[in-house]
């Protein structure tokens, strides 16, 4: 088991070196523009038509995770993330993310969870895991993305929910880009309102939600 500092929460004196750190302020600008825009949740299945399947006719394993404020049913796209979904199961089936939160939540952007608990305590993890960014997924609203630090391999447990489009997140985007693995099939409502939460600093960490929204348990859908 091995600790890992995710994407979004880095020791200052490296903030600079790491996409998002600077970019969270470029992909809120950029994002508040559409915020008003229809997203419909079909947007989150559309991949690149280079000879790849849809993963809508797959048999992809699908989990609901039961939230503070509601659940939502999310599909793992193992077709085309075999390693990231796998990951993510040995997770689930440990019940890692039980009473984890959202640590990380920014308005028309994203929201972030899987690695601290309410004291804002991290997680240890496994050890990270393959980049599969270049997969052809892209991070389009109710899609589920790998968080990372800037090494390019360094995912474990961490995730984020895309709140609205974000193509420059995306494999070649401004960098190798964040993993896509899962889409939101149900519960995008719920998503939003966790989006939507007011939120201050805690502990060190910004854009935490004041109340916490706890991720009660993730398992898999009864067959």
């Excluded at 790491?18 to 809120?28: E, K, Q």
């Excluded at 849809?54 to 999310?74: L, Q, R, Y």
């Excluded at 990231?84 to 890692?96: I, K, Q």
């Excluded at 896509?180 to 502990?203: C, H, M, Q, Y």
């Amino acid at each position: 088991m091995t600790m890992s500092v995710n994407l979004f929460f880095v020791p200052a004196a490296v903030a600079a070196a790491l996409f998002l750190c600077a970019g969270c302020v470029d992909g809120d600008s950029e994002n508040s523009d559409r915020a008003n825009q229809t997203h419909p949740l079909e947007n989150a299945r559309r991949v690149d038509q280079s000879n790849q399947k849809d993963p809508t006719a797959m048999n992809n394993p699908v989990v609901v995770m039961k939230t503070s404020m509601g659940d939502i049913e999310i599909e793992l796209l193992q077709d085309h993330a075999p390693i990231t979904v796998e990951n993510f199961l040995t997770y689930v089936d440990e019940g890692f993310y039980d009473n984890t939160i959202f640590h990380r939540v920014i308005k028309n952007f994203m929201v972030q969870g899987g690695g601290f608990t309410a004291d804002m305590a991290q997680k240890k993890t496994h050890a990270p895991i393959k980049n599969e960014a270049k997969n052809g997924l892209k991070n389009m609203r109710g899609s589920l993305s790998m968080a990372r630090t800037a090494v390019v391999d360094s995912a474990t447990s961490q995730f984020f929910m895309n709140l609205v489009d974000n193509a420059f997140l995306d494999h070649g985007g401004r960098d190798y880009g964040y993993a896509v693995f899962a889409r939101v099939t149900d519960g995008l409502e719920v998503l939003d309102s966790i989006g939507a939460v007011p939120t201050g600093n805690k502990a060190g960490h910004q854009d935490v939600p004041v109340e916490p929204v706890t991720i009660l348990s993730i398992s898999r859908k009864a067959e």
